[in-house]
């Protein structure tokens, strides 16, 4: 299995330099290990001239941060998965926290946007995570337990490993600082890796699961070196092609 590095761009920057970070970044990774793959997720209005930047590059693929389950239609401000497609996209992203905080999605929306864009024949990683409120209750299992059952409710239990992933990112975690420990990690890890297990009796052993949440070149080693962990959805960090690089070389 590859492990699966990520960067999620968030809503930062413009075209030229969306285009400028991309190939630098080429640049620094011409020597990535075969048992890496990038993923780079930028907005939505950079995706082409991203597209353009990275050419016919294999291993850096491109994906929208978010999608709407529809083919087309009077959705304003959407944008479906055959768009993405379309920009040259072959990833999208589902279920961040910012997603279901600041816009209000729920863990069924966010099924449904899965079950659609794998549909649509786009790869998937589907962000999970809990609050520090729910962490401190001690609700993380079930928390995770229904943020994974309602987020895959409508994928077959046939997917294969590489096209669907799941980013453990705990809230608290999230443009913080504050990296969760090994010992958090590997217990939520663990967690995931069950419910896939279980839910895909054939490929949830090799589904991947990366961690989120105040990654940096200093810590990042150290991370995916832990069970369960098969790479890393990098936000504040994977903004310069100097720091990204060093996460994904590490
Ligand atoms: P930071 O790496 O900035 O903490 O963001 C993590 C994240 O939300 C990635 O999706």
Redesign the pocket.
Known sequence: MKLLMAA?W?MHKTRADAAATLSRLVAALSGMPADREVAV?TPFTALSACADALGESPRIGLGGQNCYPAQEGAFTGECSPAMLRDVGCTWV?TG???RRAIFGESAAFVGQKTAFALASGLKIVL?IGETLEERDSGQLAAVLERQMREGLAGVGDDMPAPVLSL?Y?PVW????GRVAGPKEILEAHALARAFLEKRFPAQGKAMRILY????KPENAGEIIRLDNVNGV??????LQAESFSRIVLA
């Open positions: 999620n968030k997720f992203l961040h926290s910012e962000c980013a990112e975690a999230i443009g913080t989120g949440g105040s990654v959805l990098v936000g504040g960090a994977s």
